[in-house]
C-alpha cells in the first residue's frame, strides 16, 4: 500500500516487537474512541466480561421462556384458560417493570456486576419454586419473585454492553446480544416443552425444566462474579474516596436512594425533552406487545394438533429464526448508517415491522391446520418449520438497532438509569398483551379450560384452537401498525438529537468535575 502504513494501524515492524514483548499494543477491538467508550484495564478482561454477561442475558431469556413454553402443562394441572396463565405471566412483567428503574439506581450506585449476580441469585430460586407449586395462588407468588430477580439483569447488561461498543458498532453488538439470546430461549423453550407432558424420575417433566434452568441459574450467578468486571467501579470507587477525603461523608444508602430518585425524575424530564427517546419509548411500548402475544404460539400449535415434540419443533425454529434476524438486523442497520446516515437505521427497522404483518398472518391463518387432535398436525410439521423460521428472520430486526439509536440519543452517564425506566415502562404496557389475548379468546369461541380429556369434543379442539390464533392476531397486527407509524418521527428528530445527547454528555462531565473541585475546596 502506498504511503506506509494507515494511521492507527501497526506497522511493519511492530508485530515482530509485540512479539518479542516491545512496541505499542495491538488497539482494542472496538474501544478506538474514549469519548463513546470505557475502556477496560486489558483485552482479556473486556473479552471474560462480555462473555459473562451474554451468557447471563442467554440464562434470563431462557428463564423467560419456560413459563409460556409449558403453559399447556400448566394450564392442565390448574385447570385453567389462556387468561388465568396470562395473568401469571402478567404478575411476572408487572413486577419487573415496577421494580426496573430501581435496578437502574442500582447499577449507578453500585458495581453493576454484582447487580446482576443478586438478580440471578433471586431469579434461580425463584425458577426452583416454580417447579415446586401446586396451586395457581403459588404461580403468582413465585412469578412475582422471579419478576423481581430478572428485572435486576437487562438495565445493568445493556449498559455495560453500550460502554464495551463505539456507537457505530451498537448494531452489531447488540444484533449478537440479541441472537445468542434468542438460541438461549430456543434451547430452554424446546427442552421444556418437549419434556413437558413426559415423567423424568418421578417428576413431571415442566416441573424438572424449572428445576433444572433454576440450579444452571444459580451456578452462573457464582461464575459471572468470576468473570465479570464493571470497567466503571474503580471510577465509582475513586469519586467516593476522593469525596470523603475530602471531608464529605458517605451519605446512607436509604438517604442517597432518595437522592437518586430525585436526580433520577430530573435525568427523566431531561431525556424527556428529546423527540426521540419519546419516540423510541413509544415504539416500544406498542412494539412488545406482538412479542407478548406470540408467548402463545406453543401452546397455540399444541391446540392445533402438533405433539408436544412437534409443537417444540416448529417454535424452535421460529427461535432460531428470530436470532438470525437479531444478528442480521444490526448488520443492516450499522451497514444502512454508514450508507444513509441515521435514516438508514430508521428504515431497516419499518421494512422489518411491514414484513412482520404478511408474516403473522401466514403463520395464524393462512396455513393448513390441524383438526385438534394430538398428532393430528404431525405431518404439516415440514411446512410449518420453515415458514416459522422464516417469519421470525423477518420480523425481528427492530430490537437491536432501537438499542443502538437509544444509545445514541442517551447521554452515557444516565444509560443504567434510562434503560431501566425505558425497560419499566415497556414491560408494564406492552405485558397488557397476554391478558387481552386471554380475555379475546371467548369473544371469538373459545370455551372451558385447557383441562382436555378423551370425551373433549373434537370440535371443540379446533374451535379453541381458532380463537387462540385469532386473539393472537388482533394483538400483533394493531400494534405493529402503531409501530411503522412511530418510527416515521425518527426521520425528523434523530440527527438533531444525537447532537444534543453530545452536548448534555459533556455537560453532565463539566458538572461533576465541577462538583469534585468545590469539594476538594471545602476541605
Known sequence: RRGGPRPGRPGVAEPAQRAAGRGPPRPLPFLTSPQDVVPFKSDAQRRSTLIAIYSMFILERGDESILPAVFKFIGDH??????????????RSLTQAAVAPFSGVAGDRFNRVHVVSIGALIWGLATIAMGLLTDIHQAYAFAIFNGLG????????????????????????????????????????????????????????????????????????????????DPRADAKKARRAALIASGVKDEPFFKWCAGRATSMGRDIKIVLAVPTFVIIVLQGIVGSMPWTAMGFSTLYLQSTGFSD????????CFSLGCAVGSALGGVFGDRATRRFGNRGRVAVCQVSVALSI?????????????????????????????????????????????????????????RSSIYAFDRAFETAIGSLAGPIVGALTPLFGFTGSLKYSDSTPVATLTTNARALGTAMLVMMIVPWILCFAAYLGLYWTLDRDEAHAGVLAKRFAADAAAAAAAAADTE
Open 358 to 414: 404478511p408474516a403473522a398472518l401466514t403463520i395464524l391463518k393462512w396455513l393448513p391446520v390441524g383438526t385438534g387432535e394430538p398428532s393430528s398436525a404431525d405431518k404439516l410439521t415440514g411446512l410449518y418449520a420453515p415458514v416459522f423460521f422464516l417469519a421470525g428472520s423477518l420480523i425481528s430486526w427492530c430490537g437491536t438497532n432501537n438499542s443502538a439509536i437509544f444509545s445514541q440519543v442517551v447521554p452515557e452517564q444516565l
Open 309 to 316: 415434540l412437534r409443537a417444540a419443533t416448529v417454535a424452535a
Open 78 to 91: 390448574l385447570a385453567t384458560d389462556p387468561k388465568g396463565l396470562a395473568n401469571i405471566q402478567l404478575s
Open 150 to 229: 430478572l428485572s435486576l439483569i437487562v438495565p445493568s447488561v445493556q449498559s455495560l454492553i453500550a460502554d464495551s461498543y463505539v456507537s457505530k458498532s451498537r448494531g452489531s453488538a447488540f444484533g449478537a446480544l440479541y441472537m445468542i439470546s434468542s438460541l438461549g430461549s430456543m434451547a430452554v423453550s424446546f427442552f421444556s416443552t418437549s419434556i413437558g407432558g413426559q415423567k423424568i424420575g418421578a417428576v413431571d417433566g415442566w416441573r424438572f425444566a424449572f428445576l433444572l434452568v433454576g440450579a444452571v441459574s444459580l451456578a452462573a450467578s457464582a461464575a459471572v462474579l468470576c468473570l465479570a468486571v
